[in-house]
C-alpha cells in the first residue's frame, strides 16, 4: 500500500508563497499518479493538482491555475506543491493521495473529483491572512 507523508504548510499573507512536500513510499511511479486535494472549513473536499510522475502529464482545478505549479522529484519519490499568489480562500488542509494511473490515462477526472484514491496523509494545514 501507498503510503505518503505531506509537509509545509503554515501561515502565510495574502500574495505570499508556500511549498508543500508529499513523500511517497511503497510507490512505483509507473503505477500511480499522485494528487492534492484540500477541504476548507465547512466544504467539501476538492481536487486541486495531480501528476503522473512517468509522463509528466499534469491537471490543475480552474481555481489555481496560472498559480499553482506541481513537479516530482523521482529520485527522492516526492511530489512538490508550488502555491504563488496565494489567496484566503486557498486557505484549507492540503492532501496527498495517490491515483492508480489506470484512472488517470484518459483523463483526470479522478483527480478532479477525487476518486479512486489511496494512501492518504495526514494532511497540512495552509492559512492564509488578509
Known amino acids: 500500500e501507498v503510503q505518503l507523508v505531506e509537509s509545509g504548510g503554515g501561515l502565510v499573507q495574502a500574495g505570499g508563497s508556500l511549498r508543500l512536500s508529499c513523500a511517497a513510499s511503497?510507490?512505483?511511479?509507473?503505477?500511480?499518479?499522485i494528487g492534492w486535494f484540500r477541504q476548507a472549513p465547512g466544504k467539501e473536499r476538492e481536487g486541486v493538482s495531480c501528476?503522473?510522475?512517468?509522463?509528466?502529464?499534469?491537471w490543475f482545478a480552474d481555481s489555481v491555475k496560472g498559480r499553482f505549479t506541481i513537479s516530482s522529484e523521482n529520485a527522492k519519490n516526492t511530489v512538490y506543491l508550488e502555491m504563488n499568489s496565494l489567496k484566503p480562500e486557498d486557505t484549507a488542509v492540503y492532501y496527498c493521495?495517490?491515483?492508480?494511473?489506470?484512472?488517470?490515462?484518459?483523463?483526470?477526472?479522478?483527480?478532479?473529483?477525487?476518486?479512486?484514491?489511496?494512501?492518504w496523509g495526514q494532511g497540512t494545514l495552509v492559512t492564509v491572512s488578509t
Open positions: 493521495a495517490a491515483v492508480p494511473v489506470y484512472y488517470t490515462a484518459k483523463n483526470w477526472a479522478a483527480c478532479q473529483y477525487g476518486l479512486y484514491l489511496e494512501g
Open positions: 511503497r510507490y512505483t511511479f509507473d503505477d500511480y499518479a
Open positions: 501528476i503522473s510522475s512517468s509522463d509528466g502529464r499534469t
